[in-house]
Every structure is written in C-alpha cells, then in structure tokens.
C-alpha cells in the first residue's frame, strides 16, 4: 500500500485487527524485516510496517530526512489509516523515528519499545563519522553497504547469518545514494530524547545486546534506570529481531 506524502510515495503494511503496532525498520533496512513476525502479529491485532524515507521502497523527501521528518511520515500513515493510538517498536534509526514521534505526538503513543536504540544524540565523534560515511556512500556505495551490515554483528554472527545479512545488503543496495546520506544527515543531528522518554508514563522497554557494536550495552544498562524503562537484555549484537529471533519474537507478542 502508499500514500501520496508531499513530494513522493510512501510505502507501508497494514495486516490484522485489534490494537496497532507501528514496526520502524532501522538505517539501511526496510519493512521487510519484520516479516517473520508479521503472521503471528496480524493474528491478535493491526500491524503497520513502514518503509521509511529513502529506504524500502519509499522515495526521498529531502536533502537531510531528520527524525522530526521520518516521524511526520508516520503521523501521516496513521491518519490516513485512522488510527489515533499506537504501539511502536522502532530497531535503532526506527526507535529514534519512534522517539521522535512521541515528542511530536505524546497523546497518540500507546507503548513505546526501543529495539538496539538510545534517546541519546550523537557523539562528537560519531558526528565526524556520519560526514565520513556520507563521503563513503557518495563514492562507494555498494562497498559501504557491505561493511556496514558486516560491522552490526560480530564476526561468528556473520557467518552464522551469512545468508540473510547478504539478502539485508542487497534490498540496502537498491536505495538511493541520496536516501543513505539523508538518513545519515538527519541521525547525526538528532537531539537527546532522553527527557521525553523519561517523561512518558505507559509500558516502555529497551533491548539492549551485550555486543552491540553500535548502541553500547553498558550506557543502556545505566540509562534505562534512569528513565524508569524495561530494560530486555540479549546475547549478541546490533540486530536482536535477526540474531535473537525467537526471544524477540516472543516479547513482541507479549506486548499488549
Ligand atoms: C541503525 O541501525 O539504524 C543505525 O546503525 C543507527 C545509527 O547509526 O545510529
């Protein structure tokens, strides 16, 4: 399904009846992966997977999609679809669209779960990253593709999951540059949340994993404490939906 959303197509999932559940892909990720859990999801209530600007099949916005955009993007498929209230599970990029959207609209917020995300911005360090990567992708594509999904897990786990991290970088490679170096301007200049997550009172989680080369397990653990979340600890790296299917799959489904 699409919406017309001002200057391009935005593309988007909508299965099952019953409470919604917003699903928010991370950078250089699309809808498709929350297709494993979809099925079962649909089954108790409505499930909305969106194909963020610049990524999936969604085209672009502007020169930099900052989160406070991507997020307008999602207000806009949920009234379209009349929906005044939802759940959102964002993984990484998709937790701070989530993030994001809670502070542009707390009363339609129902539940809020960061997957292998943080409220907090960028490092000042990071910040010089997201320029180098910006100058990467506009030269190389396809070669920062490639590592950069090899860097989201650790050496075994790309051997373990050969085949679907090579499936994850071949959707990423049909992206535009310019929908890479969006995102990548608008995640550099995102602020800290880390107030309005603490602020919001209904059913709030992190999941974190212990060897998350991107969103470090330690500066979570303290984190959650202080903006009074659940904190869901997995084993391995920066993709629990991938690495840790079943345990993710099961929390998914607990989530009301
Ligand atoms: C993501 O997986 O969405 C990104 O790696 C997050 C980030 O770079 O901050």
């Known amino acids: 399904m699409k ?20 699903l928010l ?9 929350w297709e494993p859990f979809m099925e079962g999801l649909a089954k108790k209530r409505q499930v909305i997977c969106i194909d963020l600007p610049g990524h999936g099949k969604t085209g672009i ?9 991507m997020a307008q993007v999602v207000k ?5 679809l009349g929906i005044d ?29 960061l997957m292998n995300s943080t409220p907090e911005e960028d490092t000042a360090e990071k910040r010089i990253n997201r320029d180098r990567s910006v100058a990467v992708v506009e030269r190389n594509k396809k070669a920062y593709i490639t590592t950069a999904i090899s860097g989201l897990v650790t050496p075994a786990n790309n051997l373990r999951f050969k085949a679907e991290l090579a499936n994850l970088r071949s959707i990423a490679n049909t992206f535009p540059t310019e929908g890479i170096t969006a995102a990548l301007k608008g995640m550099k200049i995102r ?34 404490k202080e903006c009074n979340c659940q904190f869901i600890s997995m084993p391995d790296g920066h993709l629990s939906y991938l690495e840790n299917y079943s345990e993710i799959d099961k929390f998914v489904h607990f989530i009301d």
């Open 3 to 22: 919406l017309h959303f001002r200057n391009t197509d935005i593309y988007y999932t909508a299965k099952g009846t019953g409470n919604p559940l917003v």
């Open 25 to 33: 892909h991370g950078f250089l990720e699309s809808s498709k992966i």
């Open 61 to 69: 916005i502007e020169e930099v999609h900052s989160m406070e955009l």
């Open 76 to 80: 806009g498929v949920l009234d379209h």
């Open 85 to 113: 209230k939802a759940t959102f599970v964002g993984h990484s990029m998709g937790g701070y669209v989530s993030l994001a959207f809670l502070e542009l609209d707390p009363q339609s917020t129902a539940g809020l779960v």
């Open 191 to 224: 602020t800290n949340k880390r107030e309005v997550l603490t602020n919001f009172k209904n059913f709030k989680a992190i999941i974190s994993g212990k060897n998350d080369p991107i969103i470090p397990y330690d500066s979570i653990e303290k984190l959650v």
